[in-house]
């Protein structure tokens, strides 16, 4: 049996039960620099167990739709933060909880200007962008530990438009 | 008298007195998701008097070249991290600190993949994107207080290429 799931497109509502999409969208919080720049605050639910908040840079290859999601991931010490280093949409895969393994996908791609931040502990694909470069900056816990638990399905997934 | 300052390419090796480049560069520290992943870990010195680590998104609206400066600024409480949602380079200006206000003034200009991380109290201009959009994350101070330092320069400087 084949497992499909259709990409949506990533709104804040939509991805509220997994997490923060981080974008400039509404109002401003605030204008500052003598009215040049928008800021939008605070826009991610950082929360780290225990050692501190790090920025990483991560670097990764392309993935071809459609595509086989064979493992999730999720990170039971701290929320992790993908903010792309350009314009190109990535996919991002989510799942809710099931006793203790991840429940049915659900699978989202980017918009230019959106970043995501995954909260503590929930179940989510490995980076995936879609376009060359896949350059991330990623906000997530540098501490001791493996903060890492996986799970491999036992049946085929694909994840497609 | 008009000062004027030549903007020069940003390396970390010539932003180290002021702060960290956050780039993809060199050997990276460890190879993730099946070695589909290149991760280079903990690229940025974040420091928080107090308060907490926080994910803003800055929208600004772009410099033409040559620019005044007429306003640098610094933020007591906390290190202030750039990272552009876009390949599109941006102007990064900082100052020695001379007796509590900013020395003369260092241009830099980045290369697509580079970000920037302002060390605690260091001084800096506004951010300065080239091209649209100005879209950025930004990683810095979440806390009460307003965390900012601001000086004026009675004499006109000029950035250029």
Known sequence: MTDIIYIQPLTAASFAP???VIEASGHPDRMINAGMCRRFDDCAQ??????RAGISVFDAKVRKLPMTLDLM???????????PMTQ???????APDEDGIPGRPV????????GVNYHRNVWHGVLAPLYEPGLFAVVDRVGAGANLEEHRFAHDITIMK
């Open 18 to 20: 997994f997490g923060d």
């Open 46 to 51: 950082l929360s780290f167990a225990d050692g």
């Open 73 to 83: 991931e999720r990170h039971p010490d701290g929320s992790q933060a993908f903010l």
């Open 88 to 94: 190109n949409p990535f996919l991002v895969v989510v």
């Open 107 to 114: 699978a989202f791609e980017t918009q230019p200007g959106q």
